[in-house]
């Protein structure tokens, strides 16, 4: 006679758990449907970021300043300003002057083009570049990444200066969303 062999659920495991589940059990929870709905509408208004980056324009008499840099920023994210000076008159020693505030926490990868000479003075991280002349323009690309522990708020100004002498400039809050 030919023995029945039955196989042996795994430990833990019992006859019971094998049948069908039915009722509201056999389904996904409609909270979860929910709660996946509503991250993706939140995602899709850009205010966790995402969104094109906006553009800060200054004239003033001697240039105009243009400032674009990506906000909110995201824990980790790489991102990218641009500042674009156009001269309205002769520059004799164009500085970018950008608050310490604002990198704080941040990693600069790189800048293009690079500056004649790089400073710290008055609370501000300046770079030197080739005098402008009326009418020329001055484009700058600084890549940069938000560094694990930064979460918060970044505030200060990126300024234009002939020498010492300001310019104009262009203050910029920024918020770092985890």
């Known amino acids: ?63 105009s300043l243009q400032v674009k840099l990506a906000r909110p920023l995201r824990s980790g994210l790489v991102f990218e300003t641009h500042i674009r000076v156009v001269a309205r008159r002769d520059i004799a020693k164009p500085v970018i002057g950008i608050d310490a505030p604002l990198w704080r926490d941040l990693t600069i990868n790189s800048q293009i083009p690079a500056a004649a000479d790089e400073s710290f003075k008055e609370g501000q991280f300046r770079f030197d570049y080739a005098a402008l002349k009326a009418g020329d323009t001055l484009d700058i690309k600084i890549d940069g990444q938000t560094n694990p522990p930064l979460v918060g708020h970044l505030a200060g100004a990126i300024t234009l200066l002939d020498d010492d002498t300001r310019l104009a400039g262009v203050r910029v809050s920024i918020p770092v969303l985890p």
């Not at 049948?19 to 208004?45: D, E, I, W």
Request: without cysteine.
């Open 1 to 63: 006679m030919a023995e029945k062999h039955v196989a042996a659920f795994p430990d833990g495991l019992d006859a019971s758990h094998a049948k069908a589940v039915k009722g509201m059990r056999a389904h996904a929870s409609p909270l979860a449907f929910f709660m996946l709905g509503g991250l993706m509408v939140t995602a899709m208004t850009g205010v966790l970021g995402g969104s094109p980056a906006p553009v800060t324009v200054v004239n003033a008499p001697s240039a």
